[in-house]
């Protein structure tokens, strides 16, 4: 603009307001100057710092003026215009420092999608978790962009390694993103887009120039990193060792990049059988999991809804969309859920009696042809019956199934009651196995665990009842067309095999053949003759319900053949006509005499018999003879059926047949007096009775009894040793007996009949007893014989058949037994007075002579040497309770056995030593000989038992004792109460014969004289070492020394004490002398060990000097502890002055250890007011020195006694001391208290020195005005 000289002229600003503005972006109008270049720099162009550093400098030329007027003016101030026809004013522009700019930041996902982070660097998530995705990244980076200022036009950096705190422009903000790596502008990075496929490539832009518009913008780029999936197919191990889940197209795991998406694996993928995959989780708790624990841990899972950015979401469903995570690693593990509808099978067989194996149908019933056979269709091999009747069930895979379950508790539907109950069969349970008749092996498998690939087949198997039941009904039809009595036959059989039906016959001699069907025969079909049919059904199946019947018919018949015989099995009482023989009706009604009476026969009649009556059975079928005693037992037994002894009460009323029915009776009774009783084998009639005619042909047989009054007489003698017969006189009696009876006599001379003794007859059993009892001259002893001279004299008689004519004679000879038992006891009185175990001697000799008793040898029979026999019956013998007895050694020999003889034996008497064997006799071993059974005494003795003349022993305690006792005297032996020797242990009393006797224990005295003798044990002793102080140092192990040990060696000390010398070793840890020095101990125990011990200190080894002599007296066979003793080197501190005007000191005078201080609780001091402790006087061997510290008693160590004096300060002489400008001020370190000499010597020594010269410091000022 033109103006005129002196003209003043308003410049422009750089208010936007004023029109005459001026502006440029990002700086500030200063000022105007008249020079271009300020300092070098162009104010009109330079930028940034340097606009502002020429700003300042041009500024700085506002007092200067020139021909071009002002060289500096402010921006809308006033210019005076110069006197130059011209002049240039240049704006002063200066760059501003807080233009803003903007740091954008990407992430490139593995998708190759871009996505802006927010200001505060991290990704936005929904409520789920998920990456929100967005449709303009640059628009969202806009409002999440990080803002900063700095100074225009200089270069913002926005990954500087640290951000510079003299520039805001310069700042860290590619700060580490988990999952990916910051790419700088010198690695673009190009992705391609999963969606689209377009390939994008992203430069970041760290550093730019700050625009003054405040519009520039960097942009910094991440780019993925790779994260590995691994996937974690999951499922449980098989028993072959493999997994039961599979990959089906291999193992997908594989690097992905950091927000990548892919499908994961779903149920195409990946199988289990029996399980449904649910998805994937970081959690492997669902992995492996196995039946209803994987349903609940699936579900618990995927449940979840967490999202870790760095694991990624915690629980994704299989088949869908899975954004990689930033982790490195990532480990997702299969969630398998097992299926509840999983399908198994149950099969049921049932195995038949004969061996067949049955499939049962689905409900439960056994498949059966028309005639009720079970139909086979095989045995778990898969035909399509078996497959068409199983049972299908469903469960929970891997659940235990089980098909015999009780089901009455709530069980889940995989515990079934399927082994229903099966009529004629037996469940087999679970596990157990059957094996049938054919050696077949059946086992029920009724549990197991739910196979994933529902195949799984349970089977159940039952095996058939051996006793199932049937029903054979067998019906008699009379001639009349009666259906008699029916019989009911149950059998048992097993079930489903071909019912038996064993059809009667009545024909004897064939298989069939039944007495209760005698006059029938089986029909399958035929018409009685009242016209009704009967059809027998004998065929079937045995039903296990027991509910198969068959019916079987039987027609009578109707010729029966009559005989009836009147004599015995001899012929006696029999008719000169002959049996009586003729033909009758079945069950027809008879009379006997009547019957008799049609072929001329009247009752029979036999001499010395009655008639009893008629019988089926003959006499001689009762027994070997129907004559004498035997023809009454037969006419009891055979007309015993009319008191009931034979009848059964059920018979005949449809009773099950069996053995029991072969003594079925039927009672027909008739209106007369003479009833009959009828059975299949026995019948009885009166003598003249009336009976009902049997089915088949019958004999009836007379029945006769014995009269039992016919007398004969019985006569005994004796014959003595010489071989003469005497008759027993008086002894000859009468007596009555049973026709045709025989008559003996027992081994024992008792006359006995031979009839049996369960007779009834009153008449009969008075006899037996009369004949039974023994003789009046019966004698023991002595031996029936029937013919004692052989021939020479009187022959006996001892049985002949009664003939009822009362002549019998029977006589009976006896001898003397040579075989006599008789006794002899051996009996033998011990050293105690008491008597011994028997020793009985069984002798024999001829009844009624006198015998005697020969003693044993003493000198060889065992158990009798050692003692004396008394044979004189008159010399007594005192027992220990008093009791005299005497030997019996001769008596007459009785023939009852009850002689018996006895000799007594006496103990000899023998001596007994006792040998203590280098051991000590105690004063309880005075007791031993107290015993009143002998005399003890001391003494000394030569032998071959390991005997010694002790000749250099003085004090009996040493020496054996002997005693006196008897043979098998019972002597107590010594304990250890009695005799002791030190380091050993009494183990024993050994004898001649290296028997060895417990201690204490009853010893038996022997035959002959006797010495023991002790075995002694060496000790065993455990030498514990203790230092016996907590400052010693070093370690002695245990040493384990057995006394009289050879090879016993021992090694020095190896314990050390600061400050102290060894001096031995104690038995007390209190100790402060030692009871054995180290050198003593060291040469007890190594010479004692080297046997060579002398006769000086140690002396021998059972010497009570010796050191180990002790050592074992004190630990009595046990662990010995030896405590060290020290010689600790200490010294006594004390104090001097008393009670002074400053205060007073006392101090614990006990001694201290070499090197140590006092501690504060051993010194009392006490302070007078006015005063203070200020020094002591410490006299250290003489040498007294001056410490100005009142803790230099605790600081100084104690090396010798010391002496110490207190130095008393006064706080009124010191104040006046400090006005006259005399003031000494001194701080003294504190020695510090310590064990170690070295260092106490130092210590003391420098506070020794700093004393000194504190001492010259303070003369020196006393000295100065």
């Avoid at 903007?102 to 998920?130: F, S």
């Avoid at 025969?521 to 039903?543: A, C, R, W």
């Avoid at 020695?1231 to 070295?1238: E, F, M, N, S, W």
Wanted: overall charge negative; glycine content about 10%; charged content about 20%.
């Amino acid at each position: 603009v033109d103006v005129l000289t002196d003209q003043t002229v308003t410049l422009p600003n750089g208010a936007s307001t004023v029109a005459s503005s001026i502006s440029r972006a990002g700086y500030t109008l200063v000022g105007w100057t008249t020079q271009r270049t300020v300092s070098g720099t162009d104010v009109g162009t330079s930028t940034g710092l340097a606009s502002r550093s020429a700003a300042q400098a041009a500024a700085a030329l506002a007092g200067r003026t020139s021909s071009a007027g002002k060289a500096f003016t402010a921006a809308g101030g006033s210019y005076v215009a110069p006197t130059a026809s011209e002049v240039t004013l240049y704006a002063v522009w200066s760059a501003d420092t807080d233009t803003a700019y903007y740091v954008e930041r990407y992430v490139v996902t593995g998708d190759g999608d871009l996505i802006a982070l927010r200001a505060d660097g991290t990704v936005e998530r929904d409520a789920d978790g998920n990456v929100v995705a967005q449709a303009d990244p640059a628009a969202y980076a806009a409002g999440q962009r990080v803002s900063h200022q700095g100074v225009t036009d200089e270069y913002a950096v926005a990954d500087a390694a640290t951000a510079d705190p003299e520039k805001s422009w310069i700042n860290h903000d590619n700060t580490a993103r988990p999952g990916y790596s910051y790419a700088d502008h010198s690695h673009p990075y190009t992705a391609r887009s999963k969606v689209t496929g377009v390939e994008t490539t992203y430069a970041t832009i760290a550093t730019d120039g700050i625009s003054g518009d405040g519009l520039m913008r960097l942009s910094l780029y991440y780019t993925p990193d790779a994260t590995h999936i691994i996937f974690d197919k999951g499922g449980a191990e098989l028993a072959s060792g493999e997994i039961d889940s599979s990959w089906v197209a291999g193992d997908p795991s594989a690097d992905h990049l950091t927000g990548s998406t892919f499908t994961l694996p779903g149920t195409a993928d990946v199988t289990r059988p029996g399980y449904t995959l649910v998805g994937w989780s970081t959690d492997p708790i669902a992995a492996t999991a196995k039946g209803n624990d994987s349903r609940s841990k699936a579900d618990t899972v995927a449940s979840s809804t967490a999202d870790d950015p760095a694991a990624g979401k915690h629980f994704s469903v299989q088949g869908t969309t899975y954004f990689v995570p930033t982790d490195a690693t990532v480990t997702l593990h299969a969630v398998w859920k097992a299926n509840d509808d999983t399908t198994y099978y149950v099969e049921r067989y049932v195995i038949t009696a004969d061996g067949r194996v049955i499939a049962l149908e689905q409900d439960g019933t056994i498949p059966r042809s028309g005639d009720n056979t079970p139909i086979e269709h095989g045995n778990h091999d898969g035909s399509a019956f078996i497959v068409a009747n199983r049972i299908e069930r469903t469960g929970v895979t891997d659940e235990e199934a089980i098909a015999d379950a009780d089901t009455s508790i709530g069980t889940p539907k995989w515990r079934t009651h399927d082994n229903i109950v099966m009529a004629g069969y037996h469940y087999i349970k679970d596990g157990v196995t059957y094996s049938d008749l054919l050696g077949n092996s059946y086992m029920t498998v009724a549990s197991g665990n739910i196979d994933g690939t529902g195949d799984m087949i349970l089977v159940l198997y039952y095996f058939a009842d051996e006793n199932s039941t049937y029903t054979v009904n067998h019906h008699r039809v009379t001639g009349d067309g009666v259906e008699k009595d029916l019989i009911v036959e149950i059998i048992s059989k097993g079930t489903d095999t071909p019912a038996i039906s064993r059809k009667r016959s009545g024909v004897e001699g064939d298989e069939a053949y039944d007495p209760d069907f005698v006059g029938y025969e089986y029909k399958q079909t035929f018409t009685d003759v009242n016209g009704v049919t009967y059809v027998s059904h004998d065929v079937d199946v045995v039903l296990g319900d027991g509910s198969m019947v068959l019916n079987l018919y039987y027609a009578a018949r109707i010729d029966v053949r009559l005989e009836i015989v009147a004599g015995d099995s001899d012929g006696n009482g029999s008719w000169s006509l002959g049996n009586f023989v003729s033909n009758e009706t079945s069950e027809s009604t008879l009379k006997i005499s009547e019957v008799l009476a049609t072929l001329g026969y009247v009752l029979p009649t036999r001499a010395g018999y009655d008639l009893v009556g008629w019988s089926l059975v003959a006499d001689g079928a009762m027994g070997p003879s129907a004559r004498g005693e035997r023809s009454v037992e037969t006419a009891r037994r055979l007309e015993s059926v009319e008191n009931g002894e034979f009848v059964d009460p059920d018979a005949g009323e449809g009773d099950q047949l069996g053995g029991a029915s072969l003594l079925a009776m039927l009672l027909r009774a008739f209106a007369d007096e003479n009833p009959t009783f009828e059975m299949p084998n026995a019948m009885f009639i009166e003598p003249d009775g009336t009976f009902l005619m049997p089915t088949s042909q019958v004999t009836l047989y007379a029945i006769w009894r014995a009269r039992s009054d016919t007398t004969y007489t019985v006569t005994h003698y004796l014959v003595d040793a010489d071989g003469v017969a005497h008759e027993v006189e008086g002894d000859t009696r009468e007596f009555t007996g049973i026709t045709d009876g025989s008559y003996v006599v027992d081994a024992d001379g008792n006359v006995t009949h031979t009839y049996d003794p369960a007779a009834t007859d009153d008449d009969i059993n008075n006899a037996q007893v009369t004949a039974g009892e023994k003789p009046a001259g019966y004698y023991p002893g002595y031996t029936y014989v029937s013919d004692y001279d052989n021939g020479e004299g009187d022959t006996g008689l001892s049985a002949a058949n009664l003939d009822g004519e009362g002549t019998l004679a029977l006589k009976f000879f006896y001898t003397a037994n040579i075989d006599t038992p008789y006794i002899v006891r051996h009996i033998r009185v011990t050293g105690d007075k008491v008597t011994l175990e028997e020793v009985i001697e069984n002798l024999t000799g001829t009844t009624d002579t006198t015998v005697t008793a020969i003693p044993f040898d003493t000198e060889t029979h065992g158990g009798f040497t050692g003692y004396t026999v008394i044979v004189d019956p008159d010399t007594p013998i005192t027992l220990a309770d008093g009791t005299l007895v005497y030997s019996h050694p001769k008596d007459n020999l009785n023939g009852d056995e009850s002689t018996v003889l006895w000799l007594y034996y006496i103990a000899n008497d023998h001596t007994l030593t006792l040998d203590p064997n280098r051991g000590t006799w105690t004063d309880d071993a005075s007791g031993l000989d107290d015993d009143g059974r002998g005399e003890g005494s001391w003494s000394t003795y030569d032998g071959s038992f390991g005997v010694r003349e002790d000749e250099a022993e003085t004090s009996t305690d040493t020496l054996p004792r002997t005693f006196t006792y008897g043979t098998d005297s019972i002597i107590t032996l010594p304990t250890e109460d009695d005799v002791k020797r030190n380091g050993y242990t009494l183990g024993g009393w050994e004898d001649e014969d290296g028997n060895v006797y417990e201690p204490g224990g009853a010893y038996t005295m022997p035959d002959h004289d006797s010495i023991l003798k002790p075995v002694w044990i060496q000790n065993v002793y455990n030498l514990h070492f203790d230092k016996n102080d907590p400052v010693a140092t070093g370690r002695m192990e245990d040493v384990e020394y057995t006394y009289d040990d050879p090879d016993f060696q021992l090694g020095k000390t190896g314990f050390s004490r600061r400050n102290a010398k060894f001096l031995g070793w104690s038995f007390s840890p209190d100790a402060t002398e030692p009871d054995i020095s180290d050198e003593q101990l060291m040469r007890a125990l190594t010479l004692l060990a080297a046997g060579e011990l002398d006769d000086g200190l140690f002396g021998d080894l059972d010497d009570p000097r010796t050191a180990m002599y002790l050592l074992a007296a004190l630990a009595d066979g046990s662990d010995i502890t030896l405590y060290a003793v020290w010689d600790i080197e200490k010294h006594t501190p004390s104090v001097v002055g008393g009670v002074q005007p400053g205060g007073s000191v006392t101090i614990d005078p006990e001694a201290i250890e070499y090197g140590f201080t006092i501690p504060h609780e051993a010194v009392g001091i006490d302070v007078t007011p006015g005063y203070y402790l200020k020094g002591w006087l410490i006299t250290i061997n003489g040498v007294t020195t001056y410490v100005e510290d009142p803790d230099a008693i605790f600081n100084t160590p104690m090396t010798a006694d010391i002496i110490f004096e207190p130095v008393w300060g006064n706080y009124a002489e010191d104040a006046a001391r400090l006005a006259r400008g005399r003031r000494f001020k001194y701080a003294g370190e504190r020695i510090p208290q310590t064990g170690d000499l070295a260092s106490d010597l130092a210590g003391f020594a420098a506070l020794l020195g700093v004393a000194f010269v504190a001492a010259g410091a303070y003369r020196r000022l006393c000295q100065e005005p």
